[in-house]
Nanobody, 121 residues
Framework: VQLAESGGGLVQVGGSLSLSCAAS????????MCWFRQPPRKERGFLAA????????NFADSVKGRFTISRDNRKNMGYLQMNSLKPEDTATYFC???????????????WGQGTQVTVSS
């Protein structure tokens, strides 16, 4: 199983960026997906989750109203649209699949290698 993120880069404060995640998980429609991120010198944390059919989503409070998570099960793709970016959004962003929610935390089986997002002021 492979997950490959793309779309990271450098963006100015207030700008937008769209991340993509190509997944080889089969069948893709059977797994929940999440995005996590790890800011510099900080722990990795949950960012956004989407259900198998895309009908249910959940976000960390820090990104609610700014970020959108989506997926295309026909293409085995996940997406994270990030708007109104702030310097504190600077982090390595990870796509994950086969996710479960246990004891208040999202646990993922498969992880991508991450893509860097830098928001400059």
């Amino acid at each position: 199983v492979q997950l490959a993120e793309s779309g990271g880069g450098l963006v100015q404060v207030g700008g937008s960026l769209s991340l993509s995640c190509a997944a080889s998980v089969q069948p893709f429609c059977n797994v929940h997906m999440c995005w996590f991120r790890q800011p510099p010198r900080k722990e990795r944390g949950f960012l956004a989750a989407i259900s198998r059919d895309g009908g249910s989503t959940n976000f960390a409070d820090s990104v609610k109203g700014r970020f959108t998570i989506s997926r295309d099960n026909r293409k085995n793709m996940g997406y994270l649209q990030m708007n109104s970016l702030k310097p504190e959004d600077t982090a390595t962003y990870f796509c994950t699949a086969d996710v479960s929610f246990h004891d208040g935390a999202y646990l993922a089986t498969y992880w991508g290698q991450g893509t860097q997002v830098t928001v400059s002021s």
